[in-house]
């Protein structure tokens, strides 16, 4: 058992990146203090590519110099002195100083990019010995075929014995799909005791460039794009040195044109193919040329702000550029969400989490933070899939949302909205949308059948077959009766619709669960070490003592669903009994309520928020309290004091605010804000999924 690893490649082309982005990803669901660390980078100042990957996605706290032992060039000079045990010992040393502030530490080997490739597997070997690290061995499957394969394992298991390393086992990365069964056949074959083994078939999707990795390996200029421009796929790469007519023959979807800066007439037809619906859109354009775009090159660019473009521009001549593209090497940005999206979900695919648990020393913690609770939620998701209805189908971060819970197989996905529209939408924003069902609120099977059972459960308030029909074309009425069906599991709306308009007809026909006389909401405040639950932040505004009561009890519910042990502080101006007046009266009534109704469950109140959550307050205030100083549930007398006191949290304690989830409804129906960002709308899907695998 131990607590680091050694990520060491056997050769070029074995794609690394995604092995090290998912085990983080494993590690940091029951970690906080991890590290990760690379022996060898090649430069001090200019950061590399893993480390800021690593570094950025999962909010490590420490610089650059602290997360590698030695830069290529200081690495250059102690091989030329012939100083081998300072090599060594300086990367020792850096590691230790590192590994003393982590509980686990993953280190990733060399690249095989510089001038230790002759011996690089036995350099990594070493290093892995010297820092007591088992290793994870990653051999290519790229171009190999199985017995290329199995020789790349035995020469690699012959060096590792002779260095006496300690072998945790073997991935076989970049696999073809079609050499499945053989390279298992393989892998069990050489397997060692305690030895474990994955094969990861090639993605090509992981292998494409991106407009932001290709400026940056050609240190280009970039004189028009926005930052989300930047993550589009470059599919393939043509130059343009023919007439506009020829150009666009040749142009493919996600096509990135190298073109020299003076073809004003070639910028004007390919921006005016993003704008047209009969053309592929291009990826992004790299103008090249020892001179810089005309004045009338930048009048039109300065124009077409709108566009979803990049112009990258580039001094060499095209072939040069050309040339150097062809030589670029993916690589994963911790921008790209989408991109992470695709490497995480294949990891997870075909790695068994499980079996490397049982390798790997990992001290469970109390602590619970963001990306802790985040990963829980997606583990849950996946262990019952459910469907989930998005109504606002044509809204982009809808779409952007849906390409990224694609990506990560969480859900199944339903969008409402007319299909091509849905497509062309998804087209231009560059979302991959493949196996997401679009339904046509006006042209669908469903609407007959939909209409009468609206008239049948409203018919007793006058409403008319007809009426019941033409109300059926409002997405947010045909996303719920989907739901009460059962032809979907869940509804996630609202960001581009009023909460009125989203909640309206679950409150006409999905209605509350029994026992539960009111529908609320609660957020999941996620700070820096705990997750804490808030309600009622969004539906309702000035609830009675009995409705206090139930959002409490229903809160308290949302939470256990959740993994989270209820302690409910009923909060008001003042704790205990030193409060009086009305306010104070009704919250002190509503915590007498819940201890008759639910006596199972811990409750204080009234208590102000600083007696709520903080021990040493909690002594002073409340002495001997079950709740005081360490509630999880924080009850808001009234709305207007909830949504104020979770926007204030959100915004000055850097806090993830995931919600509003409603909660009393017979089925899951949730409301997004119309300012929400795709990550919002990720989580509230899957908080959805979960809530509808209760039953």
């Known amino acids: 058992m131990s607590k680091n690893l050694y990520i060491a490649a056997a050769e070029k082309e074995a794609g690394k990146s995604i092995i090290i982005l998912g085990i983080m990803d494993f590690l ?304 994963l940005f911790p921008e790209n969400r989408q991109r992470i999206a695709t490497a995480l979900g294949h990891f997870e695919k075909y790695v068994n989490t499980e079996e490397l648990e049982k390798r790997i020393t990992i001290s469970r913690t109390n602590t619970v933070t963001p990306l802790m609770f985040e990963y829980e939620l997606f583990e849950r998701a996946k262990a019952n899939r459910k469907h989930i209805v998005l109504p606002e189908g044509t809204d982009d971060r809808i779409l952007k949302a849906a390409d990224i819970l694609m990506r990560r197989d969480v859900v199944d996905i339903t969008l409402l909205g007319n299909e091509e529209e849905i497509f062309k939408k998804a087209a231009s924003l560059r979302a991959n949308i493949k196996g997401v069902n679009i339904i046509d609120p006006y042209d669908n099977d469903l609407i007959n059948e939909y209409a009468a059972e609206y008239y049948r459960l409203r018919k007793h308030k006058g409403i008319s077959k007809q009426a019941a029909r033409d109300i059926m074309y409002d997405v947010s009425y045909l996303g719920t009766m989907m739901v009460h069906k059962g032809h979907a599991d869940g509804m996630v709306s609202g960001a581009a619709h009023t909460t009125q308009h989203t909640i309206r007809p679950a409150f006409e026909f999905v209605k509350t669960k029994p026992g539960v006389s009111i529908v609320s909401s609660s957020f999941f405040m996620c700070l820096e070490d705990k997750v804490l639950v808030y309600g009622d932040c969004a539906i309702n505004p000035n609830p009675n003592s009995e409705q206090l009561a139930d959002i409490a009890i229903s809160s308290a519910d949302t939470a256990q669903m959740f993994g989270i042990e209820p302690r409910i502080a009923m909060l008001s101006y003042s704790t205990g009994a030193s409060g009086k007046g009305q306010d104070v009266d009704r919250v002190r009534k509503a915590t007498e309520i819940i201890q008759e109704l639910r006596p199972d469950l811990k409750v204080a109140g009234p208590i102000q928020y600083d007696a709520a959550i903080d021990a040493s307050v909690a002594h002073k205030k409340m002495p001997g309290s079950n709740v005081a100083g360490k509630a999880t549930i924080f009850i808001f007398p009234d709305l207007n004091t909830g949504n104020n006191t979770y926007k204030a949290v959100q915004r000055s304690a850097n806090a993830i605010a995931i919600g509003p989830v409603l909660q009393g409804l017979n089925k899951p129906v949730n409301d997004l804000s119309r300012g929400c960002l795709v990550e919002d709308i990720v989580n509230t899907v899957v908080i959805t999924a979960i809530q509808a695998q209760q039953g």
């Open 28 to 331: 940091a669901k029951h970690i906080t203090k991890i590290g990760f660390f690379r022996p060898l980078v090649r430069s001090a100042n200019e950061m590399d590519h893993h480390i800021r990957l690593i570094s950025e996605r999962f909010n490590l706290k420490f610089n650059y110099k602290q997360m590698y032992g030695l830069a290529s060039d200081e690495m250059a000079d102690l091989l030329q002195s012939g100083d081998d045990d300072a090599i060594h010992g300086t990367i020792l040393r850096k590691y230790k100083q590192l590994e003393e502030k982590c509980d686990f530490v993953l280190v990733e080997g060399t690249d095989f990019r510089t001038h230790l490739s002759a011996y690089e597997f036995d350099f990594n070997l070493k290093i892995a010995n010297n820092l007591g690290c088992p290793i994870m061995s990653v051999v290519s499957g790229y171009n190999n075929d199985p017995v290329a394969v199995a020789d790349s394992i035995l020469i690699m298991k012959g060096k590792m014995a002779e260095e006496k390393c300690t072998s945790m086992g073997v991935i076989v990365n970049r696999a073809n799909p079609a050499d499945f069964d053989k390279l298992k056949t393989i892998l069990e074959k050489y397997k060692e005791e305690d030895d474990i083994g994955f094969i990861i078939p090639e993605q090509p999707q992981l292998q494409k460039l991106t407009m932001r990795q290709v400026g940056d390996a050609l240190n280009a200029k970039k004189i028009f794009g926005t930052e989300e421009s930047l993550s589009y796929d470059v599919n393939n790469c043509k130059v343009a040195a023919m007439n506009l007519e020829h150009v666009l023959e040749y142009i493919e979807e996600g096509t990135m044109v190298i073109m020299p800066a003076d073809r004003i007439d070639l910028l004007a037809g390919l921006a005016l193919s993003l704008v047209s619906q009969n053309f592929p859109k291009v990826s992004g354009i790299i103008f090249t040329g020892n001179f810089n775009p005309s004045k009338q090159i930048k009048k039109l660019l300065a124009g077409l702000s709108h566009l979803p473009l990049t112009i990258f521009k580039v001094d060499k001549d095209t072939f040069s550029v050309a040339m150097d593209v062809h030589n670029i090497k993916p690589l």
